[in-house]
């Protein structure tokens, strides 16, 4: 059962570095953002849905 959280971890990680790249931040700040999720899954998701720069889709 450990394996299905891990992979439900790793698709909002993935999500969470797409709505990153997308995002109308610095080039810097993306690759910040991105590191910290990559490096740190789960709290890096959790900061990010707080503080970090969300995706522009359509906007």
């Keep these: 059962m450990g394996y299905v959280f891990g992979i439900v971890i790793f698709v909002l990680d993935v ?3 797409a ?3 997308n995002a109308n931040a610095t ?3 993306k690759i910040l953002w991105i590191a ?3 490096i740190l899954p789960v709290v890096g998701l959790i900061l990010w849905y707080f503080m ?3 995706a522009n889709y359509g906007r």
């Design 19 to 21: 709505s990153v790249i």
């Design 52 to 54: 970090g720069p969300k």
């Design 15 to 17: 999500w969470a570095i």
């Design 27 to 29: 080039m810097g700040t």
């Design 36 to 38: 910290l999720i990559a």
